[in-house]
């Protein structure tokens, strides 16, 4: 067996959280990305958005103090920072649509070595397809990042040439954080820009479809 | 003198018919209509279409209007909630349909409907499934495809305060699609916490001004709770 430990749960949300610099508006995807504000430390200054028309969310509430008319896409109930604002969903989404968010972080399925992604159906005839905000994140922010584990737990690559999935959105996705490494989606394909300890090239490779590179 | 207030629930549903598009404000069940919906099944109108976030959960509010078989359409993002029984069920059998749209370009057909903008186009959904069938264009180097805008022949809204002009305010995150909603529908329906004097509402803090508004039923429902 390799000889190499993986990035926890936490560990890949600090991954992201680290890369995020203070002033930047950020929506995070449900899951590992939501821990991602977690990791970002209250004095630098990072905006998170919700898609409900919530801009300057804060830590969750304690039990005590938790305001019922106050949740955020996931509809758990959510604070406000002092300067946070409430917007309609029109309002709400042409801030992910026209442009306005620096990032945004989303779970995915599969994610192609061009940049597409599928996050939201597993098969064309899914019961109940639910796409929510993912379209509309994935397409109009300025940027997207994935966070999500390497392999499926049967070990399949999901760091692919082509995703099988249905798609969320084209050639959106600029970095992938996993569980295993942190990868820049690239003209060239994927480029490695870490990887978890005591793991090598050949290791990673050996657990990714698509063509992995070395920084220029 | 005008006054939108009406004095019960039969009044503010007056005129709603079989066959309506009903636009359904509320996220969660923050901000979300529920006694107007209660006040729709006891109506009575049937082969509605209805569009809202979700659709609905348990056997309570829409997912109980769907159970009695009077949608025949739902136009909605994320159909899958905490607890979506009835929608599945409808579905895997084949009586509901089911159109599905980005949360963003729901939101934005709603409010082109409202501000009389018939079409749009979005980059949301360009090169995925959601773009089959529809026109596509390249503007300034990017593809980008048309949406129509959503009109409701009727829309139910919660509001937090309200006056007889129809001024509305609404609380926090239960602002959600309500002021859209009220743009779009040929006739809106709202269900307020609290009745205004006219002028008691500061003309900076109304979120809905009057125009958009038909009819303002007073409900003291309390808070939200149960997703």
Redo the contacts between chains.
């Keep these: 067996m390799a000889d190499f430990t993986p990035f926890n749960r936490v560990q890949m949300a600090q991954n992201a959280a680290a890369d995020i610099p203070e002033g930047w508006y950020v929506n995070l995807g449900i899951g590992i990305p939501t821990l991602v504000a977690d990791h970002v430390p209250l004095d630098r200054e990072v905006i998170f958005h919700s898609?409900?028309?919530?801009l300057g969310m804060g830590p969750a509430p304690a039990k005590e103090n938790i305001?019922?008319?106050?949740?955020?896409?996931g509809?758990q109930y959510i604070t406000l920072r002092d300067g946070g604002s409430?917007?309609?969903?029109?309002d709400?989404?042409?801030m992910?649509?026209g442009g306005h968010l620096d990032l945004c972080v989303l779970g995915a399925f599969q994610v192609a070595d061009n940049g597409?992604i599928a996050n939201w159906?597993t098969s064309?005839n899914d019961?109940?397809?639910?796409?929510?905000?993912?379209?509309?994140l994935a397409?109009?922010a300025k940027r997207l990042w994935v966070i999500m584990d390497h392999t499926t737990k049967s070990g399949e690559a999901k760091l692919v040439t082509k995703c099988s999935y249905?798609?969320?959105?084209?050639t959106c996705v600029k970095r992938v954080y996993t569980n295993l490494a942190t990868l820049d989606v690239t003209d060239r394909g994927f480029v490695v820009l870490g990887m978890a300890p005591g793991l090598t090239l050949e290791n990673l490779q050996a657990r990714t479809e698509a063509k992995l590179h070395l920084p220029a | 003198m005008i006054n939108k207030i009406v004095q019960s629930m039969a009044d503010a549903m007056a005129g709603i018919k079989d066959g309506a598009t009903v636009l359904l404000a509320g996220f969660g069940s923050v901000g979300q209509p529920n006694a107007l919906i209660d006040g729709l099944i006891e109506h009575g109108a049937k082969d509605l279409t209805v569009a809202a976030n979700n659709a609905g959960n348990g056997h309570v509010g829409l997912a109980r209007l769907m159970e009695l078989g009077r949608v025949r359409k739902i136009i909605c993002s994320f159909p899958r909630s905490s607890d979506p029984v009835v929608f599945e069920t409808l579905y895997k059998a084949g009586k509901i349909e089911l159109e599905i749209v980005p949360q963003g370009t729901i939101a934005e057909r709603i409010r082109a409907a409202g501000a009389g903008v018939p079409q749009f186009f979005t980059a949301t959904g360009v090169g995925t499934k959601m773009a089959v069938g529809k026109e596509h264009r390249e503007i300034d180097g990017r593809m980008y495809i048309r949406e129509d805008a959503l009109h409701g022949d009727v829309g139910l809204v919660e509001a937090w305060e309200a006056d007889r002009w129809g001024n509305l305010t609404y609380k926090l995150a239960g602002r959600n699609f309500n002021p859209i909603v009220a743009m779009a529908s040929n006739l809106t329906i709202v269900q307020t916490q609290h009745v205004r004097d006219l002028g008691e509402i500061h003309p900076d803090h109304v979120h809905t001004p009057g125009i958009f508004v038909n009819r303002v039923l007073h409900i003291p429902y309390g808070d939200p709770g149960g997703f």
Excluded: Y
């Excluded at chain 1, 305001?67 to 896409?73: C, G, M, Q, S």
């Excluded at chain 1, 019961?127 to 509309?136: H, K, S």
């Design positions: 898609e409900n028309g919530i305001e019922p008319w106050l949740i955020n896409a509809k409430i917007c309609h969903h029109a709400s989404f042409a992910i649509r597409d159906a064309d019961t109940a397809p639910a796409v929510g905000g993912a379209m509309d397409a109009g249905p798609l969320t959105a084209q």
